[in-house]
C-alpha cells in the first residue's frame, strides 16, 4: 500500500497511514469520552466523524456504529479482528493520496473542521476498561523470573 497521504504528515510523525492507533479523546470544548485516531497532528474523532456518515462506504461497520460513541474502546475490541482490519484499512483509504473516497473528508473542509482536532488540544485517556484481575506475565520464563527475583530480595531481607 502506497502510505502517502493528502492530509500533511511530516516525516518524523509517529502518527502515519502505517501507524493508526486508536485511543480515547476528550476536548475542552466536549468533555467527553470518545473514540478517536491519531492521524499526523491530528486526533480524527471517530464519534463526530461515524456521526457525519463518515463510514457510509463501510458497511462492516454500520450495524455497530455504536462502538464509537463509548467512553472505552471495550466494545470495538469485542468485534474482533476481521472488524478492526476492515475499519484501519477503511481509514487509511480515506487518508491515502490515491483513495477510493476523497469526498468523504479530502474534499470535504465542512466536515474535516468538525472531526480532525489538533493532538496539543486533546487529552487522552485509559482506551479500555480493565476487569478484576490483569495477568501481565509474558510467559512461563518471565513468571519464574519474577518469582525468583523476589525470592532472592526477601531472603536477603533476613
Do not use: C
Amino acid at each position: 500500500m502506497d502510505f502517502s497521504s493528502w492530509l500533511n504528515i511530516t516525516p518524523e510523525s509517529p502518527f502515519s497511514l502505517a501507524n493508526i492507533p486508536f485511543g480515547i479523546i476528550s476536548t475542552p470544548s466536549d468533555p467527553s469520552l470518545r473514540p478517536a485516531i491519531a492521524i499526523g497532528d491530528y486526533a480524527l474523532d471517530l464519534r463526530a466523524f461515524a456521526s457525519n456518515n463518515g463510514f457510509a462506504q463501510l458497511p462492516a461497520i454500520s450495524k455497530n456504529i455504536e462502538v464509537f460513541s463509548q467512553p472505552t474502546l471495550n466494545s470495538f475490541a469485542a468485534l474482533g479482528q476481521s472488524i478492526h482490519r476492515q475499519v484501519r484499512k477503511y481509514l487509511q483509504d480515506i487518508f491515502s493520496v490515491n483513495g477510493p473516497y476523497k469526498a468523504t473528508l479530502e474534499q470535504n473542509p465542512e466536515l474535516q473542521q468538525k472531526v480532525l482536532v489538533p493532538l496539543k488540544e486533546i487529552k487522552s485517556h485509559l482506551p479500555m476498561h480493565v476487569g478484576d484481575y490483569t495477568d501481565f506475565y509474558a510467559g512461563k520464563n518471565h513468571a519464574y523470573n519474577v518469582s525468583l527475583s523476589e525470592f532472592l530480595i526477601s531472603y536477603r531481607s533476613y
